[in-house]
Nanobody, 113 residues
Framework: VQLVESGGGLVQTGGSLRLSCTASGIIFRLYDMRWFRQAPGKQRELVAQITSGGATDYADSAKGRFTISRDNAKNTVYLQMNSLKPEDTAVYSC????????WGKGTLVTVSS
């Protein structure tokens, strides 16, 4: 199983980014997918998740600003992030559980004030 994230970068406060995570080695449509983030010096936290059926859930910090979605034809899960704040600065990683936990290497998001 391989998860590869992309789409991170440097953005100003109030800006937007769309992260992508493409999976291989699994029947993607069968698995729930999650986005986590870890800021410097802080614990990793769950940002958003989407079930195989398309149900979504968000951390309070992400509600109203972030949208998780998936394209099963492309084996890809997305995280659309709007109204970004400096406190959103972190490495964002995608995750799935397929008998064990699998993680991508992450993509860095930096929000400047």
């Amino acid at each position: 199983v391989q998860l590869v994230e992309s789409g991170g970068g440097l953005v100003q406060t109030g800006g937007s980014l769309r992260l992508s995570c493409t999976a291989s080695g699994i029947i993607f449509r069968l698995y729930d997918m999650r986005w986590f983030r870890q800021a410097p010096g802080k614990q990793r936290e769950l940002v958003a998740q989407i079930t195989s059926g398309g149900a979504t859930d968000y951390a309070d910090s992400a509600k109203g600003r972030f949208t998780i979605s998936r394209d099963n034809a492309k084996n890809t899960v997305y995280l659309q992030m709007n109204s970004l704040k400096p406190e959103d600065t972190a490495v964002y990683s995608c995750n799935t559980w397929a008998g064990m936990g699998y993680w991508g290497k992450g993509t860095l998001v930096t929000v400047s004030s």
